[in-house]
RNA sequence: UCCCCGAUAGCUCAAUAGGUAGAGCGAGCGGCUGUUAACCGCUAGGUCGUAGGUUCGAGCCCUACUCGGGGAGCCA
């Protein structure tokens, strides 16, 4: 592929050049005799330069009034500039109009979440979420190199399925030539059978679940990508999610360190995510959660958030009451902002003050057995610094395929990790049941059907194998590492309960 | 499914005690040679989500509905 234009990814190379330069104007300013144009091409943003008189008079005139989002190619010469976004910008000499661009929706502006999800198809042009994008793109590129590099052989499982993972999971039903059949929620069943010919395999692909949650943390169609091992105990999986996750999060740090910068990312905070990470059994999450030390921090996080109240509210009083008419147009702008700004963290603030009680008392009752919720599960979460293990859960809170543990028959030979500060789950696994008695025995305990299991069950039959691998839901991963409040921005088209956009 | 909050200009939000609907951004025009969500001046832009009710009078109060946001359960 070659082109005559210059990505502005690769201005650094050209300091000193005349180069052509095609994109989208992203924002412009205009002082008189020179105008500032942000191009943006899809590897970065530029500033562009352009004086009157270093243009022809009528390409000027024309670049003052096209709108936001208009297409151009720019030629110039670029320079160093830390001023500048980027750290480069170009002094124009010449322009071309592609496309004009007139009322382009998306402003500088800030906007409510309903109107940029109308219009996602064009808020994917937005610099953040330009960022996010880049990211994702190799958080995925990192976790084929990971599975690749390492042995794995790539398995496509099927995407309409007539075989659950889960019990009775609300799955998408498909009408497949008059069979009902559903849409796949994972690839473990089928993968684990293609683990006993190639040894280490992965898929990756979408995933639906129809489950009705409405969270940041859900959606209805995401990604995800199951290694699956033979020949593997506990601790080795554990070993290979925790070398997994860190390549992920070292790639990123190396690949996008400016996009996460820009998203305002916790980039110390990643920098620590190196094996090992802390290893916790649900029974020693119990045992914290049901503590004094436990109710004292959501004491503490209580105080801490009467507090974070009492100083927004002093805030927006005190802008509020400010005498408007002898400040500056600018400086209202400002407050206006600010106002806006605090009365969401507001909001959020008192969210939090409310569920504090009910999390505090949900974690003090907790009984062994139960699984844990959200609410535990962020509590736990909050309390370290690196990604956490949780593993041997109560066996009847998980699903029938998890292998018992032959040490303590009440637990499963599972885990959970955590990824920390608060953000919660993003990957599940285990070591799956290999006796074919006990794995009979435990699908018909739980309601479920053997003969729907059959050619699951011979992999159990023919030459069984220790085995068990994990899901990493990519959206999640992606959330945690740009410190998105939503998993929603995180895919390009999110798909949530009861809404689809576009 | 349950609980809480919201819907006012293209967008983000105001409207004090129920009394003539307001600002910024965006759009259009003009001014300004270094701007960083630039700034300054002018112009256009509204059936206050829908339906009903209370009232001399409703954006504001009441009822129902629609749509949206957040949270719970469940999960990656």
């Given at each position: 592929m070659s082109s005559n234009y210059t990505t502005i990814k690769s201005l650094s190379e050209n300091t000193g050049k005349q180069v052509t330069l095609a994109g989208w104007l992203y924002n412009s300013r205009a002082s008189g005799k020179i105008q500032f144009l942000i191009i943006r091409d899809g590897t970065g943003l530029c500033q562009c330069i352009v004086e009157k008189g270093n243009v022809p008079d009528e390409i000027f005139e024309q670049l003052k009034h096209i709108g936001q989002e208009s297409s151009l190619t720019v030629t110039g010469t670029i320079r160093a500039e830390p001023r500048s976004v980027g750290g480069y910008e170009m002094a124009v000499t010449d322009a071309k109009i592609i496309s004009v661009s007139e009322g382009y929706p998306i402003t500088p502006k800030s906007h409510g979440i309903d109107f940029l999800l109308k219009n996602r198809h064009l808020h994917l042009r937005s610099h953040l979420q330009w960022c996010i994008l880049k990211i994702r793109h190799t958080v995925i590129d990192a976790v084929r190199r990971f599975f690749n590099d390492n042995g794995f052989t790539l398995i496509d499982t099927p995407?309409?399925?007539?075989?659950?993972?889960?019990?009775e999971q609300s799955l998408f039903e498909v009408d497949y030539f008059g069979t009902p059949l559903h849409l796949t929620q994972t690839g473990q069943l089928h993968l684990e059978s293609a683990a006993m010919s190639c040894g280490k395999v992965y898929c990756f692909g979408p995933t639906f679940r129809a489950e009705k949650s409405k969270t940041r943390r859900h959606l209805t169609e995401f990604w995800m990508v199951e290694p699956e091992v033979a020949f593997i105990e506990l601790p080795g999986l554990l070993e290979l999610a925790e070398n997994f996750v860190s390549s992920i999060v070292s790639r990123v740090l190396s690949d996008n360190r400016a996009e996460l910068e820009a998203l305002g990312a916790n980039i110390e905070a990643l920098e620590k995510i190196t094996p090992p990470f802390y290893r916790l059994t649900y029974t020693d999450c119990v045992n914290i959660l049901t503590s004094d030390k436990t109710k004292d921090f959501l004491v503490n996080q209580l105080q801490e958030f009467l507090e974070e109240k009492k100083q927004i509210e002093t805030r927006i009083t005190e802008l509020e009451s400010?005498?408007?008419?002898?400040?500056k147009q600018w400086q209202k702008d400002k407050n206006a902002a600010e106002l806006i700004e605090l009365r969401s963290t507001l909001a959020e603030t008192e969210i939090k003050i409310e569920n504090n009680p009910r999390h505090a008392q949900l974690a003090a009752a907790f009984k062994w057995g139960k699984d844990l919720g959200g609410s535990d599960e962020t509590i736990i979460s909050l309390m370290h610094d690196k990604p956490i293990f949780v593993t041997h859960y109560p066996k009847q809170a998980k699903a029938f395929y998890m292998k018992t543990d032959r040490e303590n028959?009440?637990?499963?030979?599972n885990f959970d990790m955590l990824a920390p500060a608060g953000f919660g789950e993003i990957i599940g696994g285990s070591i799956r049941e290999d006796d074919y008695d006990r794995l009979v025995s435990r699908i018909n305990k739980q309601g479920l059907k053997p003969e729907n299991y059959e050619w699951y069950l011979d992999l159990r039959k023919y030459g069984s194998v220790p085995h068990g691998g994990f899901g990493l839901g990519i959206e999640r991963t992606v959330a945690w590492l740009t410190d998105q409040k939503h998993i929603r921005q995180c895919i390009p088209f999110p798909r949530m309960m009861d809404k689809v956009y576009i």
């Open positions: 995407i309409i399925t007539s075989i659950a993972g889960e019990e400010q005498d408007t008419g002898k400040l028959e009440d637990v499963v030979l």
